[in-house]
């Protein structure tokens, strides 16, 4: 992997004179074809001309609309420059280009989110985003999402998190993590008293022992500030999910836990369900995508039918429940006046699932924009359709006609606000 340029070292920075010209802005980056107005926009001009940088018109754009947000005195600015947006003409950001753009993030009180998700920003990149975070107070949001940082970008950002303390939220899913960088974000994540929400879906692990998973539990044991954790795609057995429990009877500041797409069973729900019943923090859990079965949603109804008081939104989609877990789960609800969201499309449903999830929302016990089902009858007979809603249905792609910022569809986010962008 590259290593990260040298701002002294002059091959790697090469003078105006023998740098290509530099590409002049598109019509569309500058409505009257002048040069680039405002300050954001022209201190990354001129900083390109400076180093003799390729200009990227699409973060040209963007500063123009972030100019425009400063000149209205807003502050809690979120600079996006996603990769993936169907908006607009996208030339992604280089690990180069993200050189240039911390040089005028450093200083700048307004901005206080950067979102550059699916971009091309490697370790490289990672370094300068971890450097700059090292030095600016204002950053309280990064969304690294589907950059390909590996284990050296990773360690670049677990070292920052031991000197930065104004970041709350990092993402870092689909990252290619490595296990050496996810024990480091657990070891740092015991003292640091900042962070309220950590995403490090599905880094790159080897092994069965579940090194990270025990790690991470340790942490939670230690950590009282952390709100929201993110761990789909590690590779957590029922095992692993007890290190968790096991951390969860002492933590009391975790809010979301995210361990969906994993290799979770009916055995780990009894550790689960054992802790609900004293745990008193937890309000999102999302358990889609592993293989909970009958037998899981047993252990999970009776808790929170009888015990539980605080969750409010729970996940089993595509677990291999069938219609008896199903309907215990909805029976739950009627005795249980908390637990609100309830997702469960991808098991399998039977009439009497189809009628029990239609009679809660016929009652009104069960909001239609809460669940991810909705019925309709067929020649006299009930049936549930799939909609729309979830805990994050929009994490990895915006719609085409605007952002997506229904309450239905990103419920986790809604429920648990710190979370808004993770």
Not at 329 to 342: A, F, H, R, Y
């Amino acid at each position: 992997m590259s290593r990260p340029p040298d701002e002294a070292n002059p091959a790697k920075f090469p003078s105006p004179a023998a740098a290509p010209t530099a590409t002049p802005a598109p019509a569309w980056a500058l409505a009257d074809g002048s040069e680039p107005i405002g300050s954001l926009q022209e201190h990354y001009y001129d900083l390109c001309m400076e180093k003799s940088k390729k200009i990227n018109p699409f973060i040209l754009h963007i500063l123009q609309k972030v100019d425009d947000e400063i000149e209205k005195r807003l502050k809690g600015i979120t600079l996006n420059i996603a990769g993936n947006s169907r908006l607009m003409p996208v030339e992604k950001v280089t690990g180069e280009d993200f050189w240039i753009l911390s040089k005028i993030l450093k200083t700048n009180p307004y901005i206080n989110g950067l979102d550059v998700r699916y971009n091309l920003l490697n370790d490289v990149g990672a370094y300068y985003a971890a450097k700059l975070l090292q030095k600016n107070t204002t950053l309280k949001y990064l969304r690294m999402t589907g950059n390909k940082i590996e284990n050296k970008g990773g360690m670049f950002f677990a070292a920052m998190l031991q000197i930065n303390s104004s970041l709350e939220k990092l993402d870092l899913g689909d990252c290619d993590l490595g296990m050496q960088s996810v024990i480091a974000f657990a070891t740092v994540l015991t003292q640091n008293q900042t962070v309220k929400g950590i995403n490090l879906n599905r880094p790159i692990l080897y092994g069965e022992q579940e090194e990270a998973t025990v790690h991470l539990g340790h942490m939670l044991k230690e950590n009282h500030c952390l709100i929201q954790l993110h761990m789909c795609k590690h590779d957590i057995k029922n095992c692993g999910l007890k290190q968790l429990c096991d951390a969860l009877y002492r933590n009391r500041s975790l809010r979301y836990l995210d361990v969906s797409c994993n290799k979770i069973t009916h055995d780990g729900m009894k550790c689960l369900a054992d802790v609900l019943k004293s745990n008193t923090t937890l309000e999102v859990i999302d358990l889609s995508f592993n293989r909970i079965e009958n037998a899981g949603a047993n252990y999970l109804s009776e808790t929170l039918a009888s015990h539980n008081r605080s969750l409010k939104a729970l996940s089993v989609v595509s677990n291999n429940i069938e219609g008896e877990g199903l309907v215990v789960l909805s029976q739950s609800m009627k005795t249980n006046p908390v637990l609100s969201n309830i997702y469960i499309w991808g098991n399998k449903f039977d009439e009497a699932t189809c009628v029990a999830y239609s009679d809660l929302i016929q009652m009104g016990r069960l909001n239609s924009n809460n669940t991810d089902v909705e019925p309709f009858e067929v020649d006299g007979r009930v049936y549930l359709a799939e909609v729309s809603n979830g805990l994050k249905k929009h994490y990895y792609w915006t719609p085409t006609y605007e952002e997506a910022c229904s309450h239905s569809s990103n419920a986790g986010f809604a429920l648990v606000p710190v979370g808004e962008k993770l």
